[in-house]
């Protein structure tokens, strides 16, 4: 068995390749270990689900997670508040996880893992975070024969590269910022949006089965994936794209032609210099209306547009003649490309235009903040609605899909009807 | 020779048990290096003296201590401004130092320890410290006879475990926080209050020579250390204990029962879990008065108590259902238990309700807060109390013992007579 | 070819001695990488430019210098705005040097210089940069017979001693200060006042060609070294110097003699004692007129004067009966002394006095800040005179030397003539 690790997270430079790995096995298996009490908001679980559920793709087993808390000594002892671990167990199934398991039975009395806790504490004996699983068992005994082998449909995707993270672990551009902080951006303004992503890697044929497709710096690439990547422009595909895309070739040399290389004909400009931003800029006119986050930083590329349009220019007496943000349209299709690191503001507009630009809708965007929805097909075809409150307040929104009945509760729920969510709870509508 | 050195100020782990090594010396020694100009406080002096006296318990020899300057550059330069050397040597044999000897004759004039400054400068003139040096010997000279091999009689002590240090440096849970840092805010607490107080050791068979036992969190602990704790409470002790105390045995393995095993009976609760604090929280209703000071951190034990009497509550939604500390009464005396890390203003509280169950009187704490008061016994069997400014402006006070002479000045002192000491003065009040 | 590299503007400790290594040179080199964008002041140029100057001292050839940017990772790039590098080529040949090359022509492709990007980028095609390189080139084919072999006459030179930077990294006396940050404060207030230097080392036998030494912490020096110092100011020279000059001899070893060992006659003072200041202090009421920046920090000598006059005091109760800076006449000169560390305004403040006093012109200390004007005499004997603006905004100024030519626009240029230099441009004039 091979289980993804939290490094994946974290986006440390390695040689293991998942993609590679998973093709050995019958099902991918991942531990996900994330934040609880308050740190508690599912991102890591969906990050993590989608990372795994797509290198087959397929369903796959969480074969660890927090139990009680965490840790290799006692400062990061974070036991989950009331009804957290239920909500994590089905944040898991929703994105395609056939098990869940934790790590582990019961506490170690010795060594390195002491302090990383089991579901029995030291003392040996049931407990609060006992009683939970046991509810947690209790409800997938009942709902499991539903939620077993679902299916994901998304419509877009982050395109992966692992070649890119570590390219730029050799030639950093920022202490701060790097290939997995802006992966993690995308992916957390996808996420506060309620849009599900699924993932992509440099490998995948599929790339049509997707509207949108996300692409962190490629500083990595072979001539063969950019071709790819612009074939599916041509054909009517959407990306979305971050600056250092197309520098390199599969070796780690920088391309001797203008920048960006094969992709200076979808992206529809070229360059020849770049900066670091020695402070953050503004963009000339707030074209975006961000306000107080209207501000880029740590990188600038001088770009020269051909056939691209300029979104937006930096306010700065030297950077202002190069544009900062520019879409092409190139065939049926659109890339949209971000020459700077952009505040999180401006990125959630600009995936919000990228979004609209592929027909996705962004009807659960509308949800409270705290509230996240999931959403799949059953093995028997039927579609699945989860809604989860990722918080310790009650929560009411208006279900929007169509009638169904809850899997946890057996109550039905119409559309358009009102539903309060209790703190960290959770309901499983499927659709009739 | 051995000496105790500033390490044993530092808290670092250590395999080096100063209660065994103790065993097979005639006289313990000790080198005390501590703040000097503004830094002076006079805390270090008392901690190590107390450390190095409560070993045997006996009188000891203050080996190395600041004649100039200290360190290994010349980044740490702080030369003592004037009678703060004097005051320095009467705090340590008012300790129950024999000797105090200086680290060194003259300034090296190469190698690690040119800047670990001597009585004498580079220049091997006489100088200012010199000068000091000589009227500590003149006054030496005048009242050592009645100051040599006096007695200390304390009513508190502090448990000092050194298998805890290690214990809880393999398994920390605060970067800022460790069981060293909790001894010292005990100490100082006691130290601003005017209480002096000797240690205690695990081996140590005289508990019952005190009326209060501070116990820093005792991680490490045999049954039988935990089962002596539990007489000596149920005989008439007080015990003030800190969080963490009894989660381990001796051989730092975790206990296998209901947490904190055998403290359990005298501490009056049990508990199975516990949290690291991601933030400050106050105790609900502010119970001792804490006002911006009401306020706990690092860890909470989640607490329930069978016989304890709950004495605050966090104010949280979720760890509110918890007692933050609790008092038990067990026998004839009071164990009060402090499952989390108090704000200074809430342990010196706290401190003061242990002080007052205990008996002891509080009567040195109305001094003003510069004029340090340590009592004694001359060998010949008169009460010694000695009155220490540390600070550089006059301090008034009234003096509140019994009537006497002062050794240095040859004045009487009368009981209630108003005293005025000078900056950085001191008077050595022998009662007739 | 042995070509002074950066490590000597950080200052860091090594056995190479560039005054030793030149004397084996026909022509000394230096890689001078500075500054760009916001950061370019100029400053490390004429820093650099004097060093290396001064070792034989000679004409000289800057082997390296920034193209687009430099960098072993892309965390430091710094392409130049528009007219930054011709300034900065010209700024180099203002100082000394017979030529500037660049690293390097194009761009590597690959390892760890790939982002010290040369002229060319990595698409090797002509770019901005390329075009500012040639518009120097033709600018130098006109000008250049002009300035090649140009001389310099400064008045004022800064005393370099490895032997005390070597000295004082085993023993430092500060995190944030040593030799070279207090070296480099002298040298940034000279170029603020528009006061061109020279370095004299101790091998050197020309002092008497300088109005004013400055001497930086001068902790390492032979009785040999300090006795011509004393010579230099019996005979009518300057001399500002920074504390703990003379504590070592040669061998690193401490003076067995009252500091500052053979500097006691020429400065008028002896001390005993010193210590690092915990905070800053102010000196007793602001004799420098210096407000919000009457502050001295990090050390102080206990200076005891015996012929020198205080001319400042720290405003403190200990520290206060000791002067922080004193000044001796003694034979023909002068000699001050600085015991502390001051604040750049404190500097300035005492290096005006000390070129005063020297006889030295303040008068283009009066041009506007960003406006820099570097002075030679071509190899014909002509006076030269250089105006820099290190600035993006238009500076205003008058020109105060003789009627003369502008050797790039061959205009001619009167005395006491109002002149606009554009952003980031210059004018050369050659006085006829």
């Not at 239920?86 to 994105?95: C, I, K, M």
């Not at 020459?339 to 609209?356: C, Y």
């Not at 009638?403 to 499983?428: F, H, N, V």
């Amino acid at each position: 068995m091979f289980a993804l690790s939290p490094r994946w997270q974290r986006g440390d430079p390695t040689d293991v390749d998942p993609y590679e790995i998973t093709k050995a096995l019958d099902i991918p298996s991942v531990n996900i270990y994330h934040g609880m009490q308050d740190s508690f908001t599912g991102e890591e679980i969906a990050y993590m689900g989608a990372f795994v559920r797509s290198l087959k793709p397929s369903n796959y087993l969480v074969t660890e997670t927090n139990a009680q808390t965490t840790g290799w000594s006692s400062e990061w002892q974070y036991p989950p508040y009331d009804g957290q671990l239920r909500l994590a167990a089905f944040a898991n199934v929703a994105d395609g996880a056939n098990l869940v398991a934790y790590w582990h039975w019961h506490s170690l009395h010795y060594g390195q893992e002491t302090y990383w806790k089991g579901v029995l504490a030291h003392d040996l004996e049931p407990n609060r975070i006992y009683g939970e699983v046991t509810r947690i068992a209790q409800d997938l005994k009942k709902a499991g024969p539903d939620l077993v082998n679902l299916k994901k449909k998304n419509k877009v995707a982050i395109l992966y590269s692992l070649d890119s993270i570590n390219g730029l672990s050799f030639m950093p551009f920022d202490k701060n910022t790097n290939y997995q902080t802006i992966l993690n951006q995308f992916s957390r303004m996808l996420y506060n949006l309620n849009v599900e992503a699924d993932f992509l890697y440099p490998q995948s044929r599929n790339f049509e089965d997707y509207s949108l497709v996300i692409v962190p710096p490629l500083y990595i690439a072979s001539d063969e994936l950019l071709d790819h990547l612009s074939a599916y422009v041509k054909n009517g595909g959407h990306i979305l794209m971050a600056f250092k895309s197309g520098f390199c070739n599969e070796n780690s040399t920088v391309r001797w032609t203008l920048a960006p290389g094969p992709l200076r004909e979808p992206a529809g400009f070229y360059y020849q210099e770049f900066s670091n931003l020695a402070k953050p800029l503004a963009l000339k006119g707030d074209p975006f209306k961000a306000g107080s986050e209207n501000q880029v930083s740590v990188w600038a590329e001088f770009l020269i547009p051909e056939k691209a349009k300029p979104l937006a220019y930096y306010d700065h007496p030297f950077f202002g003649k190069y544009p900062a943000v520019t879409r092409n349209t190139y065939g049926k299709g659109t890339l949209t490309y971000e020459g700077t690191k952009l505040s999180d503001k401006l990125q959630e507009k600009l995936m919000r235009e990228a979004l609209s630009l592929a027909g996705i809708s962004l009807t659960d965007s509308l949800l409270p903040a705290p509230v996240k929805v999931k959403h799949a097909e059953s093995a028997a075809g039927e579609p699945l609605h989860f809604y989860f409150n990722f918080s310790g307040r009650p929560q009411t929104f208006v279900y929007s899909y169509p009638d169904g009945i809850d899997l946890l509760s057996d109550k039905p729920i119409k559309k358009a009807q009102k539903i309060t969510l209790a703190p960290w709870d959770l309901i499983i509508v499927k659709v009739r």
